[in-house]
């Protein structure tokens, strides 16, 4: 991901969904360059409570509707386990994992 | 009860696979999991649409159960072994459930799919094909089921617990927040609910935390009173009756069902939000 310019939308979102009243929270497991299917992603939040737990689709990708503020995702996988924070606004933030 | 009689490990489960008297059961909150992989032998049951009335907000009745259990090919003396992802959630609803409607025995696999999946067992995508029995059912037992009068009437009288997650009790969440925020027509909490997230009760790999953990965990919960457990949809909620029922050992523990999808859209009653 760059520093500049839009968001990547890393994964199109249901039709219908209204990102101008959800912080969705959302983005891919990575081994390496390699996107990891079947991971547990936990998202937590600022005091390291678990919030929810999804699984990564054959893409790797994930996806929470949080709030506003700091979240923590975590990931656990056969390769390996990894987490990264990640700053929610309104919209889609955008956050990778990387494990292994 | 004890986590002896109630809960079993991965590898229990892997051993008894073919075990006679024994029937794996899958009940997930994504029902296309078992179709992706499951336990050899298990058979898939899916909490709404094989477990809720198709019309009305309830479960399917007595003579619907029998009906659903009999086809699936599951005896009344057999051992029914649930387990399920999303950390056993509705593996944990279904064995309530089950209890509900008089099940002798059933049991719990210890962290279920994530921790079967992290473990690295075998799962198969071939169905079972299972002879139809003729299953009996009991009258619900109305000893652990909570309806909203009841919960209304248990405001500061009994002990009430929450089990969704911060955000949720405060009021800033509507859902899990794997799931779109909507549902009840207000959130917050029961006034003088206490807040014990379900995932306290649980490790990271979805198996159970140890008994001093857990009975440090509810160290609040006054047992000389009566107590409600809720959550959303009663899924969460049924984790943690299993934990305070089975797991613990407590007496009269109820989970409502009804949760806060019912109670946050009701007319009149308090509410109450922040932490």
């Given amino acids: 991901m760059t520093d500049c310019g839009a968001p990547e939308q890393t994964i199109d979102l249901p039709p219908g969904t209204n990102i101008t009243d959800q912080a969705i929270v959302q983005g891919k497991v990575l081994n390496g360059p390699d996107p990891v299917a079947g991971a547990f992603v936990r998202l937590l939040d600022g005091t390291g409570e678990f919030t929810a737990e999804v699984v990564s689709s054959l893409a790797g990708d994930f996806r929470f509707y949080a709030a506003p503020g700091t979240w923590t995702v975590r990931a656990l996988s056969r390769v390996g386990n990894g987490q990264a924070s990640v700053q929610a606004s309104l919209g889609v933030s955008p956050v990778n994992i990387a494990v292994g | 009860m004890s986590r002896e009689s109630s809960l079993v490990s991965t590898e229990w489960a892997e051993q008894n696979l073919s075990t006679p008297g024994v029937v794996f059961v899958e009940v997930d909150e994504d029902t296309t999991a078992y179709d992706g992989g499951h336990l050899a032998g298990a058979v898939k049951i899916n909490w709404k649409s094989?477990?809720?009335?198709?019309?009305?907000?309830?479960?399917?009745?007595?003579?619907?159960?029998?009906?659903?259990?009999?086809?699936?090919?599951?005896?009344?003396?057999?051992?029914?072994?649930?387990?399920?992802?999303?950390?056993?959630?509705?593996?944990?609803?279904?064995?309530?459930?089950?209890?509900?409607?008089?099940?002798?025995?059933?049991?719990?696999?210890?962290?279920?799919?994530?921790?079967?999946?992290?473990?690295?067992?075998?799962?198969?995508?071939?169905?079972?094909?299972?002879?139809?029995?003729?299953?009996?059912?009991?009258?619900?037992?109305?000893?652990?089921?909570?309806?909203?009068?009841?919960?209304?009437?248990?405001?500061?009288?009994?002990?009430?617990?929450?089990?969704?997650?911060?955000d949720e009790f405060s009021g800033k969440l509507f859902a899990p927040a794997h799931l779109p925020q909507e549902a009840a027509q207000r959130a917050g909490h029961i006034p003088t609910a206490v807040n014990v997230p379900w995932s306290k009760a649980a490790n990271e790999d979805g198996t159970f935390r140890s008994d001093a953990e857990l009975n440090e965990l509810y160290a609040g919960v006054d047992d000389s009173k009566d107590t409600i457990a809720y959550c959303r949809i009663g899924e969460r909620s049924s984790h943690t009756w299993f934990v305070l029922t089975e797991i613990l050992g407590k007496q009269n523990v109820k989970n409502y069902d009804g949760s806060w999808t019912e109670y946050g859209s009701l007319v009149g009653v308090p509410v109450e939000i922040g932490a």
């Fill in chain 2, 50 to 166: 094989e477990l809720q009335d198709p019309v009305r907000r309830d479960f399917v009745d007595r003579a619907g159960l029998e009906k659903l259990l009999s086809a699936k090919g599951i005896s009344n003396d057999d051992t029914i072994v649930l387990y399920g992802g999303n950390n056993n959630w509705f593996a944990a609803y279904a064995y309530w459930y089950f209890k509900l409607y008089g099940h002798e025995d059933v049991k719990l696999i210890d962290g279920g799919r994530k921790k079967w999946e992290l473990d690295g067992r075998a799962l198969v995508t071939e169905t079972p094909d299972r002879v139809e029995t003729t299953y009996t059912a009991k009258e619900q037992d109305a000893s652990i089921r909570a309806l909203r009068d009841e919960v209304v009437g248990a405001i500061g009288t009994q002990n009430l617990v929450d089990v969704r997650s911060p």
